[in-house]
């Protein structure tokens, strides 16, 4: 695994740029990441480019050794743009623009700056397609980050008229799929649809999906156009995008299709602190992060992309944009780096090589400080690039376990979630939280991808069944999991004819009859477990596997298919992993609290998050906080 860093070299005076990339090769960084910040450097005014700061920092950079993924700058358009095409901004649900000073002030439906997209990232890539120094081109900056995917102006309206023309046809089809016959919401025509805001109660929930499924293709597309000029001027090289952390406005996977690597942001602690994580949980991994956070988006974005994968912006220090933003216990960021190394991660890239002084992130860590002194980190990347060199690539086989993700049931339940508690990517963690602490590799899979071979498949919730998965899962032989919710929605966002489970109940034979969602604090303690938040009440020839205590049904199985009817909280996951698992003749692990461990197909790694030392029995080792243990296999 490579090591690399984020350096901005219009930020620093250009006498610095040579002594700071002979530190880089010395600290056992190889990558560079540069420019998707640099419009205004690149284009100080309109039409006029400046190319000579930025073909001497690339040549620098490549004179020290170091290659360098340079990045498309429209996250960033200049203000003389935002100006010109003052339309171009996105408007947010309220109604006000998103205007310019800071980033991602652009919509992605805006044709005139797609155009302009268009002229920069090909004036880009026609400099730069076969410099020897790039190795890797990255598209924009983190898409959607800032609340930044949906957009209601007037450019994403008319383009979302035109989604829903070649969607359906016609309006009366458009009036069907949505109901709209309800509250008399019917349309004449594709001209007198709206976008979902600024209604006076909540808007048609099939409106609501359409308009996501829209906005999520609009991020595709846009992708797409760059990837298509840099592949033109620009073959063989490849191309990636930055994904973030617990994000799920647009599918990742149809992205991922049109990239050669997925990559994406990597801040444990932020992401600890910004989410649901409870209040122990935060204190007790305050400093190294929940085991599974880091984890849970390697296997994520592996999926995203043909199983190659990165991490394009790795945590060195405190971050400045979490409610809190506590420094990393010593250790972590080596450990940190070491973990995406054990999920197959081609290279791991820093954020940022020097703390900037000045401007919104000049809270945030680098590997330096702003004085060009060592931050705490330097010495641990150092000690990661030795050991990474010294085990060599790792590479990873087909896990035992699938885990099926789905943006779209993101956004089904975010829409309508019937309860405040149910939170679909909290679902989906703790399922894969579950697996993990029994020491299993995971697979997260799109709905679309092919689920022969695993030994267990878990689908956490899958409101809406795509064409052909109910077929898929009952071709399986190994044991199947189906979370609370599924198959209980049409693609049309209806409940199907015949109630939930829908097209699911082909393969395992039961009517969901009525659902109910449950108050923080409302629990029914049952043995072994605890229904909170969320129940189903079901109607099946099938004798319940786990009932509650006054009988209902809360786990149902038909041969190897298994469906959960409650929210299922830590112990009845615990509880089916274990099952699932001796039936199909998996082998777990008792991990101690904290104690996590990933193969590949030549190491074992075990890695200690707890903040205090653990003995881990089946090593015989007693590891340290924050570290980790790596032996052949």
Request: glycine share 8%; with cysteine.
């Amino acid at each position: 695994m490579k090591l690399g860093c984020c350096y901005y070299p219009e930020h620093w005076p250009e006498d610095m740029w040579a002594e700071d990339a002979r530190r880089m090769a010395e600290m056992g960084l190889s990558l560079v990441r540069i420019g998707e910040f640099a419009w205004s450097r690149i284009e100080p005014e309109p039409g006029q480019y400046d190319w000579g700061w930025l073909d001497r920092a690339i040549d620098t950079l490549h004179a020290a050794g170091l290659k360098v993924i340079l990045g498309t700058p429209t996250a960033t358009p200049p203000k003389w743009l935002v100006d010109r095409m003052p339309d171009m901004v996105a408007i947010d649900e309220q109604g006000r623009p998103r205007g310019f000073g800071s980033r991602r002030h652009y919509c992605f439906s805006h044709e005139g700056y797609r155009q302009e997209c268009r002229r920069i990232v090909t004036a880009l890539a026609e400099r730069y397609g076969k410099h020897p120094a790039i190795a890797i081109w990255q598209t924009d900056n983190e898409y959607g980050c800032h609340d930044t995917v949906l957009s209601f102006s007037a450019a994403a309206v008319s383009a979302f008229r035109g989604w829903l023309a070649a969607r359906y046809g016609t309006p009366e089809a458009l009036n069907e799929a949505w109901g709209n016959v309800f509250w008399s919401m019917e349309y004449r025509s594709f001209a007198e649809v709206d976008a979902p805001h600024l209604t006076v109660t909540e808007a048609n929930p099939a409106h609501w999906l359409d308009y996501r499924r829209f906005a999520s293709d609009q991020v595709a597309s846009f992708n797409r156009e760059q990837v298509d000029i840099i592949r033109a001027h620009s073959p063989g090289v490849d191309i990636t995008h930055n994904f973030m952390g617990f994000f799920t406005e647009f599918d990742h996977h149809d992205v991922g299709r049109d990239i050669d690597v997925a990559t994406w942001d990597s801040y444990p602690l932020g992401f600890l602190e910004q989410f649901w994580c409870s209040s122990d949980e935060k204190a007790a991994y305050m400093r190294q992060g929940h085991p599974d956070i880091a984890a849970f988006h390697h296997d994520l974005y592996r999926g995203c992309s043909k199983g190659r994968w990165g991490v394009m912006e790795q945590q060195p220090g405190p971050v400045n944009w979490a409610r809190f933003n506590p420094a990393p216990l010593p250790g972590m960021v080596m450990l940190w780096t070491l973990e995406a190394c054990a999920h197959g991660a081609e290279f791991t890239s820093y954020f940022r090589w020097r703390q900037a002084p000045f401007a919104q992130e000049q809270m945030h860590a680098g590997l330096l400080r702003p004085d060009s002194s060592e931050a705490e980190a330097a010495d641990e990347v150092r000690d990661a690039a030795a050991v990474a060199a010294a085990i060599g690539p790792q590479t990873t086989a087909q896990a035992p376990v699938a885990l099926v993700f789905s943006y779209e049931a993101a956004w089904t339940i975010g829409i309508q979630p019937q309860g405040q508690s149910f939170r679909y990517l909290e679902l989906v963690f703790e399922a894969y939280s579950a697996l993990r602490q029994r020491g299993l590799n995971v697979d997260i899979l799109a709905p679309s991808a092919a689920l022969a071979g695993y030994k267990m498949v878990v689908v956490p919730t899958l409101p809406i069944i795509p064409e052909g998965f109910a077929e898929k899962l009952a071709a399986l032989s190994c044991p199947v999991l189906l979370g609370p919710r599924s198959g209980s929605k049409t693609e049309s966002f209806s409940i199907p004819e015949g109630l939930a489970p829908g097209d699911l109940r082909e393969a395992i034979p039961l009517t969901v009859t009525r659902v109910e969602s449950l108050r923080d604090g409302v629990a029914e303690e049952v043995a072994g477990f605890t229904v909170t938040r969320w129940r189903e009440d079901v109607a099946s020839d099938l004798a319940p596997e786990l009932s509650d205590g006054a009988g209902r049904g809360v786990v149902y199985r038909h041969g190897t298919m298994r469906y959960c009817a409650i929210w299922p909280d830590r112990a009845l996951l615990a509880l089916l992993v274990e099952r699932m698992a001796d039936e199909a003749g998996v082998a777990l692990l008792d991990l101690p609290e904290g104690i996590r461990e990933r193969r590949t197909a030549s190491h074992v790694f075990t890695f200690n998050y707890a903040a205090e030392p653990v003995f881990v029995p089946h090593i015989g080792e007693l590891l340290a906080p924050a570290s980790w243990h790596i032996a052949p296999r």
